[in-house]
């Protein structure tokens, strides 16, 4: 069973328009939230975080909103370059200090120049 | 800087057959975290190691999997009689101290397995 899903798999941006990824959850105990950049080949590695007791982190380009009522967040990524074509997975914990991430399928953005 | 590193890459392995995954940990994390992405799925926790010892290892899907970590080092990870549904990404990830944020796990590049 799903627990956070990412129902869109995919994503083609211009560059320099904003790109918007969207995730979905399911467990209300999750509390921390978090998005991750994985190149081929490689591993993924953390891009921004946000706790819920937040509705809005910024970091540079990036952006990711929570709304809590919804279990739903997304990233903004403003503006897009070519260099952020990569899977996007979200990710969900009970806790900043938890152990278990809960992940989602990823998204896989595509940025055209 | 040496990060987290895994071998092989790849392992092609017939099914019935036990494969050994290996993790090699950022120098001086405690925390060691084994994960794995099936084709269409999202990333899967496996188990947690804090130093040697497993305190969560609830994620491992069968008694076919296990794994050990030793020196509060390098882990590895083994499948016993290897099924094809086992194909997977196997991803292992580290991070500094017991209870850090969770943000701060390090992954690794993986080891694709397939199983014929």
């Known amino acids: 069973d799903q627990q956070v899903k990412q129902n869109s798999p995919s994503l083609s941006v211009q560059e320099g328009r904003i790109s918007i990824l969207n995730c979905d959850y399911t467990n209300s105990m999750f509390d921390y939230f978090l998005w991750y950049k994985k190149y081929p080949a490689e591993g993924p590695t953390f891009l921004i975080s946000i706790s819920s007791i937040k509705d809005k982190n910024e970091d540079g380009r990036f952006t990711v909103f929570l709304n809590k009522s919804a279990k739903h967040l997304s990233l903004h990524i403003v503006p897009s370059q070519p260099g952020d074509s990569a899977v996007y997975f979200c990710a969900a914990s009970a806790s900043a200090g938890a152990n278990n991430l809960f992940f989602g399928t990823g998204t896989r953005l595509t940025v055209i120049p | 800087g040496a990060g987290v590193s895994q071998s092989p890459s790849n392992k092609v392995t017939e099914k019935g057959k036990d494969v050994e995954l290996r993790c090699d940990p950022i120098?001086?994390?405690?925390?060691l975290y084994w994960y794995r992405q099936s084709l269409g799925q999202g990333l899967e926790f496996l188990i947690y190691f804090q130093g040697n010892s497993a305190p969560d290892k609830s994620g491992l899907p069968s008694d076919r999997f296990s794994a050990e970590r030793t020196g509060g080092s390098v882990s590895t990870l083994t499948i016993q009689r290897t099924q094809q549904e086992d194909s997977a990404v196997y991803l292992c990830?580290?991070?500094?101290?017991?209870?850090?944020?969770?943000?701060?796990?390090?992954f690794g590049p993986g080891t694709r397995l397939t199983v014929l």
């Open positions: 990830a580290s991070s500094p101290n017991r209870g850090t944020l969770a943000n701060e796990q390090f």
């Open positions: 120098s001086g994390h405690t925390a």
